[in-house]
């Protein structure tokens, strides 16, 4: 009987209340812009766990956990302006964090800077497949291990087929669309960036932020993508600086941030990050965050990428990434880079949708979805869509993060 008043009363409550729509968006920029500049969220002990306990499933060295750890994460949650001077060791301190704790505190401050309901659609093409003279270990496009991966090297695709796809792209709901060519560099390739001139031009001309990744780069020819409107220039580092010389031989670390100078100079956003799974330690993945986090500036995206092992590459038998290390990654780039796009990118294929969800919960708030990521498989426009539903997300609009480039 007392169930009964019970079920009873509470479906008439429920019948009085309005029913709310499907998708409850929560515009907290303003809340957010107001946090920045005053409010500070106010500390309780039990909010940090005692400095003494880092996760033991990170395995660390308690010499090199430093003693002070929390007080680390404490200062850089609070803060209320990006840093780019970030010791080695403060992150170490961070990324060690009892992973719940990391992800809950790389959750508020995601809520601070952004708004956790908007996650950017974004689609890559490969224009120019395979035939690269560069000997990254991970890739299927590389010339040298041709025999073992069977890849065929194509020409590069027409203007009128990317762009084609661009507005496939656009009609599924992405709003940014990259560009990626198998080169180590853009040397003697004058004609080809002519073409890519027109497809960066084509594909703004849509509306849609434009992102390419065509290798090394001078200071000119970023200059000229530049001038064709590009919104971004993606070119990772990849791995820590001290393990970069095991998987890549052919350009140096050097090179890499050069060419990212080139892209900040030219007044281009610059989109860098890496790939988990190499075969790297905790400490490397410390120093990839640690390369990126203390640019001259951030960058404006930060891909965090699932090694896909391909065989017949000399990675093709690597085993896959621990989810954890992936999350961990994610939410110390957030509390490090708080104005950043992390970006879920290589390696979501064979992601659960629940372990997705994390991962935005930590502070990633970009995908890459279509049928393809260059030479891998990708999650589809409409299995993306369905999981926005799910989970109450939706496509962030172009140029909401990136300062849009004068046309
Ligand atoms: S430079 Fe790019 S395309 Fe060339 S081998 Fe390395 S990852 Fe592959």
């Not at 990254?136 to 084609?164: D, H, P, W």
Request: hydrophobic letters at 40%.
């Amino acid at each position: 009987m007392f169930a009964y008043r019970l079920t009873s009363r509470f479906v008439a409550a429920s019948l009085a209340r309005p029913v709310p729509p499907a998708v409850v968006r929560h515009d907290i920029r303003p809340y957010a812009a107001a946090a920045v500049g005053s409010e500070q969220p106010t500390w309780t002990r039990s909010t940090f766990p005692a400095p003494s306990s880092p996760n033991p499933a990170t395995k660390l060295d308690a010499s090199v956990y430093p003693r002070n750890a929390n007080q680390v994460l404490r200062k850089a949650v609070a803060a209320t302006t990006v840093r780019n001077d970030w010791t080695r060791e403060e992150i170490t301190a961070i990324y060690h964090e009892p992973l719940m704790e990391l992800v809950y505190q790389a959750s508020t401050v995601h809520r601070r800077f952004h708004n956790p309901a908007d996650v950017q659609l974004c689609t890559l093409m490969n224009i120019k497949t395979g035939g690269c003279t560069e000997d990254c270990k991970y890739c299927a496009q590389s010339t040298r291990y041709q025999k073992g991966t069977g890849l065929e090297a194509k020409k590069t695709e027409s203007v009128e087929a990317v762009l084609a796809a661009a507005r496939a792209a656009k009609e599924n709901g992405s709003t940014r669309f990259c560009m990626g060519a198998a080169w180590r560099d853009m040397r003697g390739r004058k004609s080809g960036l002519r073409n890519i001139a027109a497809m960066i031009s084509g594909v703004r001309a849509m509306g849609m932020e434009v992102c390419v990744t065509l290798g090394m780069i001078d200071a000119a020819q970023a200059r000229e993508l530049k001038a064709a409107g590009l919104t971004a220039y993606n070119h990772n580092v990849d791995t820590s600086r001290e393990f970069y010389p095991s998987v890549i031989s052919t350009r140096t670390y050097d090179e890499r941030l050069r060419t990212l100078g080139h892209v900040r100079d030219a007044g281009i956003s610059v989109c860098s990050g890496g790939i988990l799974g190499l075969g790297e330690k905790d400490e490397d993945r410390v120093g990839l965050l640690h390369t990126v986090s203390t640019l001259p500036a951030h960058p404006e995206s930060f891909p965090v990428n699932a090694l896909v092992p391909i065989k017949g590459t000399p990675l093709g038998n690597q085993k896959p990434i621990d989810f954890t290390d992936m999350l961990r990654t994610i939410a110390a780039a957030r509390i490090l880079m708080p104005a950043t796009i992390v970006r879920i990118a290589a390696g979501r294929k064979t992601m659960p949708e629940e372990k997705q969800a994390l991962c935005f919960m930590a502070g990633a708030n970009a995908i890459f979805t279509g049928e393809k990521m260059l030479t891998t498989e990708c999650n589809g426009y409409d299995e993306d869509k369905a999981m926005f539903e799910r989970w109450g997300l939706e496509p962030m609009k172009s140029f909401e993060k990136s300062p849009k480039p004068a046309s």
